[in-house]
Every structure is written in structure tokens, then in C-alpha cells.
């Protein structure tokens, strides 16, 4: 699990995220990043509209959690993204899922 300093929280990073930032998009997962100081953060958005069980959701929240911090040593320091789920991604397993996060990050710039 990523440690809780890693993490966004309040709405004003988000709405920073979403309002001036950058975005990406795959099949199943949207990318929203922007640059802030400091060590990078990170969310994870699951809808309802992706499942309507809190298990799914939370499950594939943690997944995309670990992802991230396995490869945490590949990110670059100074941004803030968020991973916003669609339809079909509780599908995925969890090495479809690595390579779906990672390939955005890749795209975005925000590995090293």
C-alpha cells in the first residue's frame, strides 16, 4: 500500500489536477497530472459507474496502489496524478492493470 504521505488529499490539489493539468487516456484508466513541489502524490478515483460493489472498487484501487509503489523508484519527484477508472477495468488482471498504469505514465512523461 502506498504510505499516506504519498497520497492527495483535499479538493484544492484535485482541483488543480483537473482544471490546469495535463491528461492522458487508455482504454480503461484516464490520467490527470500537474507538476506541484515536492515529492510526487498520487490518487486513485474508482465511480460507481465502474462497479456498483465496494469490493471491486476498493480492489482495484489497492492493485493501482501497489502498482504505483512498486515502481515508485521509476516515477519522477514534483506532480500530482490521479488515475480515474472507466467501465471494464475491474476486469483486468493485475498485470494487465501494471502495464495499463505504467504505459500512461510512460506517455505522460513522468517516469525517469
Known amino acids: 500500500m502506498l504510505p499516506q504521505s504519498r497520497k492527495i488529499k483535499g479538493r ?6 483537473y ?8 482504454r480503461f484508466i484516464s490520467l490527470f497530472f500537474a507538476p ?6 498520487f490518487a486513485c478515483v ?5 462497479s456498483k460493489k465496494a469490493v471491486l472498487r476498493n480492489k ?5 496502489y501497489s502498482v504505483i509503489k512498486e515502481n515508485s523508484f521509476n516515477i519522477k ?3 500530482a496524478a490521479s488515475l480515474v ?8 488482471s493485475y498485470p494487465q492493470l501494471s502495464k495499463y498504469i505504467l504505459d500512461l505514465f ?7
Do not use: M, W, Y
Open 36 to 41: 506541484i513541489n515536492g515529492p510526487s502524490k
Open 60 to 64: 482495484l484501487r489497492r492493485r493501482a
Open 19 to 26: 482544471q490546469s493539468g495535463q491528461k492522458t487516456f487508455s
Open 106 to 112: 510512460k506517455r505522460a512523461g513522468l517516469t525517469i
Open 85 to 92: 477508472f472507466k467501465n471494464g477495468a475491474t476486469e483486468l
Open 12 to 17: 484544492k490539489i484535485f482541483g488543480t489536477i
Open 46 to 50: 474508482v465511480s460507481l459507474k465502474v
Open 77 to 79: 519527484d514534483g506532480h
